[in-house]
């Protein structure tokens, strides 16, 4: 059982300096965890790099240059492939699936969360976390709600 679920948010934080970066930092490297990818994080992770060329992270940031992207997801796939912090899991689909309408049904109405937000949300209480890690303040509500323990 793994623990601790980051969100992308958390992840890119680790490769790209932003304002959380020191945060992320030391959080990650107090524990030294080994945090589940799965294939939304890997995919949303790889476009955040290249999404950072064009526009940083959001109005006012700074953009990052081709050739730190590609050596973000350099890095980044090396990680996956030692699996010594981040690890490649399989989550069912049937079950991500039941649990996000289940959240879904229950908060969305209420609070207005994204799809991503739920999906790593359920993800992590199909892989049986008990934190999660994000700078997202809705995705955290979203965790908390959920009985995870967020980042902050």
Known sequence: MMSIYADTNFITRL??????????????????PVLPIIWLT??????????SVLTGFGEAQARFSAELAAACQQQF????????ALR???????????????????HSARHGFRTYDILHVA???VLKCERFWS???KASKLARLEGLKPLR
């Open 123 to 125: 993800a992590a209480l």
């Open 135 to 137: 700078f997202d303040k």
């Open 88 to 106: 490649l899991v399989n989550v069912s689909q049937a079950e991500v699936s039941a649990k996000f309408e289940d959240i879904s049904l229950r």
């Open 77 to 84: 796939r090396d990680d996956l492939a030692q699996g010594l």
């Open 15 to 32: 490769y790209l300096e932003r304002p959380e970066t020191a945060q992320a930092e030391s959080v990650f490297g107090a524990e030294r």
């Open 42 to 51: 890997r995919l949303e992770v790889i476009n955040a790099f290249e999404q």
